[in-house]
């Protein structure tokens, strides 16, 4: 089946400590993006990326990093110097790349918590 | 950046009766999508209407879209127990077009 996996779904954070969060898909889609949500805040992003190798930041990306070496991965590093990083972190695709072309909504996967202790 | 905002925060209501959340936003789209997310999971695309469109159908749910106001509304008729979830609208930009911003979702109770 087709969809998005990320991993793992639970992760905790010492401070000081960075930590990678992975996503994978296998819907061939060009476009892949990290959104984080904090509880009563909706969903804000972090980093999309429309082609391999190329990434553009997205609202609150200082603290993280990401990078596009496959078009099927696109991993997100939590940095120390991301202050508050206790949150829920989704990942995900769309057919909209960097070319544009129609768009027809993201898929999602199903996110990873992530706490720091 | 805008930022739909759904309305209301929370509802209540009991099963075999119609849910309706509005979604407001602030500049001219492209596109506006519904989504929903049950407890800690990810979300799961329900619709999604673009600019030049008024109304969507899929199953039970209907979206309309008045571009004029800068809303957009979700029904669900004939809720179930298992409609039970947030629901969240997202809308891109007019200049940017590669940006979904979403709402703080309203979160949805259907009372078996």
């Known amino acids: 089946d087709g969809g998005i996996t990320q991993s793992p779904k639970y992760l905790f954070r010492k401070e000081g400590q960075n930590v990678t969060l992975s996503c994978e898909q296998n819907?061939?889609?060009?476009?892949m993006y990290w959104y984080r949500q904090d509880p009563g805040q909706g969903l804000r992003l972090i980093y999309y990326?429309?082609?391999?190798?190329?990434?553009q930041k997205g609202d609150i990306a200082e603290g993280y990093s990401v990078s596009r070496e496959k078009k099927e991965s696109f991993p997100l590093t939590v940095t120390s110097a991301q202050k508050n990083p206790t949150a829920f972190y989704l990942c995900a695709s769309s057919t909209r790349g960097h070319t544009g072309g129609i768009f027809y909504g993201y898929t999602f996967g199903s996110g990873t918590r992530l706490t720091v202790v | 950046s805008q930022q739909g905002e759904e309305d209301p925060q929370a509802l209540s209501i009991q099963e075999g009766e119609n849910a309706t959340m509005n979604c407001s936003y602030k500049t001219s789209i492209n596109n506006l999508q519904w989504y929903r997310q049950n407890s800690g999971r990810g979300l799961v695309h329900l619709i999604l209407i673009r600019s030049n469109e008024r109304e969507k159908h899929s199953g039970r749910l209907r979206v309309t879209l008045d571009t004029s106001k800068k809303s957009s509304s979700l029904l669900i008729t004939a809720s179930r127990a298992a409609d039970t979830a947030s629901y969240f609208c997202?809308?891109?930009?007019?200049?940017?077009?590669?940006?979904?911003?979403f709402g703080t979702g309203t979160s949805l109770t259907v009372i078996p």
């Open positions: 990326s429309q082609i391999v190798n190329d990434f």
């Open positions: 819907l061939n889609h060009d476009a």
């Open positions: 997202a809308t891109d930009e007019t200049d940017t077009g590669n940006q979904f911003y």
